[in-house]
């Protein structure tokens, strides 16, 4: 049993451990078209790449101490 389960790891742990390298579309695929509205067509790593839209920062108004929340009508229990 413990001979299994070290096998195990150490397959999960191996296949892990692949080469790093640049995206690229598979053999015979394309890039997807490019967008209508931008002027070139973007690459796999721009692709990827996650707008600010996506990941908004953090608001400023951060709570320094405890505050009791106003009364919300709108709060309901679950049903």
Request: hydrophobic share 40%; net charge positive.
């Amino acid at each position: 049993m413990r001979r299994g389960l070290l096998l195990l790891l150490a397959a999960g742990a191996l296949a892990g451990c692949g080469k790093m390298q640049k995206l690229a579309p598979a053999a015979g695929k394309a890039l997807p078209v490019k967008p209508a509205t931008s002027p070139n067509q973007p690459d796999a790593v721009q692709l990827l790449a996650s707008p600010t839209q996506f990941r908004p920062g953090r608001s400023d108004d951060l709570l320094y101490k405890s505050q009791v929340r106003p009364d919300d009508h709108f709060d309901l229990p679950p049903r």
